[in-house]
């Protein structure tokens, strides 16, 4: 089946337009926590998730909104979830990490690692109750090195279980560069498990798509698990209100209440040798450099696939996302029409 550009784009425009306006809601301090959003990873999810049946399962991350909206969870049960509310998906009780949708085989997990052995189990179901059926797992780089995602690869190829492993790679986990905590390269390491793995650009919906296609393809013959590297950008870093990205954003903000700080420590009479200060203030420099590279539009998926679809079409373009906005609008009024009435 080959992808169509319009609906990939419609699924990625529709989730980059919730995720906002969940931004928007947090903000306003009507989500409470920590809010972990998937913005700038859209392509991986639009690349695979149509390409699902019914029966096939989804173990999600800690950012598991765009994949639960693709996969048709409705988007005012997702906010209401978000808002804590009795009414939201799972009664208020999973907040925007801890999301099941039992009807679409699809829960998500705020334990990095989680999605593998979860996605090994609906694996196994799969394949004892429901042929040619898969799942999917997706994770971070920063989960690459958890023990019970590897047992996961492990187990998954000696049993031969119809799962597709994905790594959305932004190269950071929180405040940790992928560069200092994963060793070797990870097609490799899941080529010695004695998996297929390939890699891909997690910007291009399309290239995902295809990559996918064939690495779903495999699993369904029962061809065991496939591993897919791809790599994406967090447009707002690792969370809202992420330190690093704010010293860009809020400049005068930050230089009160995170530099000043820094700089005090840094000159304090008992602290650590010379030596350990300045290599401490080099990697906290060096690192709020490098996350300016997470909102560049480079890296924006949305972005790699607009131009194109603009060319062909400005005016289907101008009303599909008219639509999209229109259709979140309506959710957000309702979503807080909601918690109006439960007040
Ligand atoms: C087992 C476990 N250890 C630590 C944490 C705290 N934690 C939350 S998100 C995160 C980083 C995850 O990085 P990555 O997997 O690369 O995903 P990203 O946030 O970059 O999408 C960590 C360490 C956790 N939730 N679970």
Redesign the pocket.
């Known amino acids: 089946m080959a992808p169509d550009a319009w609906m990939l784009y419609g699924l990625m425009y529709k989730s980059r337009v919730f995720e906002e306006a969940v931004r928007q809601i947090w903000q306003a301090g009507r989500i409470s926590g920590e809010m972990?959003l998937g913005l700038g990873?859209e392509a991986i999810a639009a690349g695979i998730i149509p390409q699902l049946v019914e029966g096939d399962a989804l173990a999600l991350?800690?950012?598991g909104t765009p994949a639960m909206l693709m996969r048709g969870v409705a988007p005012l049960a997702l906010l209401r979830e978000f808002m804590g509310s009795p009414d939201g998906l799972c009664a208020g009780m999973g907040g925007h990490m801890h999301l099941f949708a039992p009807e679409k085989l699809a829960a998500s997990s705020?334990?990095?690692?989680?999605a593998g052995p979860a996605a090994a189990g609906f694996g196994l179901a799969a394949q004892m109750l429901r042929p040619n059926c898969v799942s999917v797992a997706f994770?971070?780089?920063?989960?690459?090195s958890?023990g019970m995602l590897l047992e996961s690869f492990n187990l998954a190829v000696v049993w031969k279980l119809p799962v597709l492993f994905v790594c959305?790679?932004?190269d950071?986990?929180?405040t940790?560069p992928?560069e200092t905590a994963v060793g070797g390269n990870l097609l490799a390491r899941a080529r010695a498990f004695g998996m297929r793995a390939e890699e891909v650009d997690g910007r291009d919906a399309l290239a995902v798509w295809q990559a996918a296609s064939e690495a779903l393809r495999h699993a369904r013959a029962g061809n065991g698990p496939v591993f897919l590297w791809a790599h994406c950008i967090?447009l707002e870093g690792?969370?809202l209100g992420d330190g690093l990205l704010d010293m860009f954003r809020r400049p005068v903000y930050s230089l009160r209440k995170r530099v000043w700080p820094m700089v005090k420590g840094f000159f304090h009479p008992q602290g650590a040798a010379w030596g350990e200060r300045l290599a401490a203030a080099r990697q906290i420099v060096g690192q709020v450099l490098s996350i300016q590279n997470q909102t560049s539009p480079q890296g924006d998926p949305l972005l790699c696939l607009r131009p194109a679809l603009e060319r062909e079409n400005a005016r289907r373009l101008a009303d599909l996302e008219a639509s999209i906005r229109d259709e979140i609008q309506k959710v957000v009024s309702q979503a807080v029409a909601l918690e109006g009435n439960m007040a």
């Open positions: 972990h990873e991350d800690h950012r705020g334990i990095v690692g989680a994770f971070g780089d920063g989960a690459t958890a959305k790679d932004n950071w986990a929180i940790t992928a967090h690792h969370f």
